[in-house]
């Protein structure tokens, strides 16, 4: 495949594209956020994944009181770095930040940012420019 073509494909149903995502270096790639999120007072992140998005579904939802989204709670340090991702900054960038807020061995930090984005990019949270 030429190089110049390597990058394409990122298509939002099914991941298709997750032979790119096992090619490429995720240090070099920018992580964007895709879902909502909320921050309570501790810095715990909650993300907010809406349950459907068909606008029937949602009113009879609200009139039965249900909650339109699901949440999922992330720990310690997958809030740290849910806040970190600015849409800027490469992973590397990211991982420095991170890096010096706590502290754990830069190739093992590494290792778990990259897991963690990876996880977080095929449940659809966010994705890489």
């Known amino acids: ?5 390597r990058n394409k494909g990122f298509i939002m149903g099914k991941r298709k594209d997750s032979r790119w995502i096992k090619n490429a270096n995720l240090l070099d790639l ?14 715990s992140v909650t993300l907010l ?10 009113r009879i ?9 699901i949440t999922i709670a992330l720990d310690r ?16 960038q990211v991982v420095e930040q ?17 897991k963690y984005l990876s996880g977080l990019y095929h449940n659809k949270h966010i994705t890489f420019v």
Do not use: C, Y
């Open 98 to 114: 991170l890096q010096q807020k706590i502290d754990t061995p830069q190739p093992q930090l590494a290792e778990r940012v990259v």
């Open 49 to 58: 994944v809406p349950r459907t998005k068909s606008a029937f579904m949602r």
């Open 1 to 5: 495949m030429h190089p110049l073509f």
């Open 30 to 43: 920018v992580p964007v956020r895709l879902s909502e999120f909320k921050v309570d007072e501790k810095g």
């Open 77 to 92: 340090i997958g809030s740290m770095l849910w806040l970190l991702i600015d849409g800027n900054s490469n992973t590397a």
């Open 61 to 69: 939802m609200e009139r039965l009181n249900r909650s339109l989204f």
